[in-house]
């Protein structure tokens, strides 16, 4: 079968691989799109410090199920549309004892750890298949990304008396715009992308800030009467934002960080007391998260093909991957079809 390997730095490569053998209690998919996410692309650049290359990069699939094993629940059928749980988790760490395996100390995930889904075939314990035919296989290449926004709002404790400023309008960030907005909170988006912050004001903010043109802090003072954001979610991973985050939440207020910044960073640690604020990490997605998104992509009120900057084969990933390096801010999500 055909596969996606990132080699090195700034390098892929197009390979024929065995197709995977099905095992009694996995499920043979067969991809239709990957996304490539911001980890592949860190992959691609040679900033990702969690991965051993080669690998096969892609964890952000839209699939169908091709065949079951024999001790496969019978409600998984070949001909469903799917997509992937793509963690996994050891059921013995700290955080699944507390039922939180989506930050399982040992967690793998597809295409990061170990190899992903961009390839025409893929094997995976049944546990970890999502299904719904309501929902296109192309749709379903969304669901992984926009749940780790969800997530995080879940993580904030987001209510309808909240005023929540999101940190970056990529496919993250707009997840947790969306999130906020249909829990009823004010959402404030924040990127340096016109057609990003356009976007994001589409799905569900009240307010977006252009950070390259105007002052967040003032924008942000201005917009809450002095008071600050209820809840900030840091979703770009820059010291920055991360920054940013203490100083423009209010006191009292709730920090989410879902960015990894690559660099240490200095911090006003007095805010930390003085506001007393709740400062939380949040990783990856819970299988609530995964429905939510779904009940959400099934209302048709999302511009979805807004969100997919260009569908590629193949062969044209090594080109995709390299446009977007040279044009970050222009590329929103990038689908390869298999």
Known sequence: MKAIQIIAQGKTQLIDMPKPKLKP?????????????????????????LVKLPVIPGHEIGAVIEAVGNQVPADL?????????????????????????????????????????MAEFLVVPWEKVIT????????????????????????????????????GCGMIGMGA????????AKVIAVDVSPQKLALAKRLGASYTIDSSREDLHERVAEITHGFGADVVIEAVGRPETYTASISEVAFTGRVVYIGYAKEQIPFETSYFVKKELDIRG?????????????????????????????????????????????????????????
């Open 132 to 167: 719904d035919d309501s929902l296109s296989v192309r749709d379903f290449a969304l669901v992984e990304p926009m749940s780790v926004g969800f997530h995080a709002v879940s993580r904030a404790a987001v209510t309808d008396n909240d005023t929540v400023l999101v940190l």
């Open 77 to 117: 059928k070949p001909g469903m549309h799917a997509t992937v749980n793509p963690y996994t988790s050891c059921g013995q760490c700290t955080a699944c004892r507390n039922s939180r395996p989506n930050a399982c100390e040992f967690n793998q995930t597809l295409g990061v750890q170990r190899n992903g889904a």
């Open 282 to 338: 949040s990783r990856n997605a819970l299988p609530t998260d995964f429905k939510a998104v779904m009940e959400y992509l099934k209302r048709g009120t999302c511009p979805v093909d807004e969100l997919i900057t260009a569908i590629r084969t193949p062969e044209e990933a090594q080109t995709a991957l390299e446009k977007w390096v040279a044009q970050p801010g222009e590329v929103f999500r990038i689908l390869v079809r298999f």
């Open 177 to 184: 715009i969306v999130r906020a907005a249909l829990r009823g």
């Open 25 to 49: 209690r996995d499920v043979l998919l067969k991809i239709g799109y990957v996304g490539f996410c911001g980890s592949d692309l860190n992959t691609f650049r040679g900033l990702n410090p």
